[in-house]
DNA sequence: CTAAATGCAAAACCTTTGCCTCAAA
DNA sequence: TTTGAGGCAAAGGTTTTGCATTTAG
């Protein structure tokens, strides 16, 4: 099975101090997509002594390290989740909701696509933005 | 043939003043995806009494009206294009070069993704990061 | 011990907005 | 003439940073 978030940081000798173990518990128990503010605010919740600079400069940090992946929905700040299986996004547009979707098929394609255009592929975000049928 | 972004605006029964004028006409001679100050900073050689708070106001008002799109790279500011055939994005990670790009097949297959998951996709967004293979 | 991390507040960005003036229809 | 648009500057929201202090290793 694999790593803990907190593993992957020591692994890559990340030095742990007491205000990343309670941001990094607290991604591990978010389930959502949040956001900065959103990270601080839970944080808090543990550790009262934690300012959002050291949120700010953490997400940074995890997201150099590659244990974190930094999303943007278009609504002006950063949200984050743990990088893991990769999978893409769905947002709900009327509800705000976010579900993440896997299509190894489009996965595929992607690299297909940028392998033809002369490109190794590095990176790709793709966001699908959906009304529910009913 | 299609029409100009000029036409399409004043179709839209969008009011034109000298300013919207010079704004348009700046993004119709774009090749580039320009932030929000780049396009500021054409308009002004066209016309040097235009503020950036027009420039803002403008483009939400293109973006609204649907004859212009807003592109998000990651970097934190939105970019620009005028509205025409869809197409996606593929960024040079190494000289930040933004190729655009268009595949059939990648299309149908967001929308059957979103289709089989009970959504009708109302909009996506795709961008690839690649580094040049030599 | 020493280098790095934190807290705090200020600053830096990007974007929006209030208010008064000006211009389009 | 009337309603909407523009300029300016101030304010808003998010993120970064300088500096003195604390802490991990």
Tied chains: 1, 2.
């Excluded at 050291?54 to 244990?67: C, D, I, S």
């Excluded at 709900?92 to 002369?118: C, Q, S």
């Excluded at 490109?119 to 793709?126: A, S």
Aim: charged share 35%.
């Amino acid at each position: 099975m694999s790593d803990s978030l907190l593993q992957k940081c020591l692994a890559r000798n990340i030095r742990m101090t007491s205000q990343r173990g309670t941001i990094i518990k607290v991604i591990e128990q978010s389930e959502d997509h949040p956001d900065v503010d959103l990270l601080y605010r839970r944080s808090v919740e543990l550790d009262n002594t934690i300012s959002i600079a050291t949120v700010y400069r953490t997400m940074k940090l995890l997201e150099e390290a590659g244990v974190v992946e930094r999303l943007e929905f278009g609504d002006g700040r950063a949200r984050y989740e743990e990088s893991g299986d990769h999978h893409e996004h769905l947002v709900d547009v009327e509800t705000g909701e976010v579900i993440e979707f896997f299509d190894a098929e489009l996965e595929e394609m992607k690299r297909a696509i940028a392998e033809k255009m002369g490109y190794d592929l590095v990176d790709h975000r793709l966001e699908l933005f959906g009304r529910k049928k009913r």
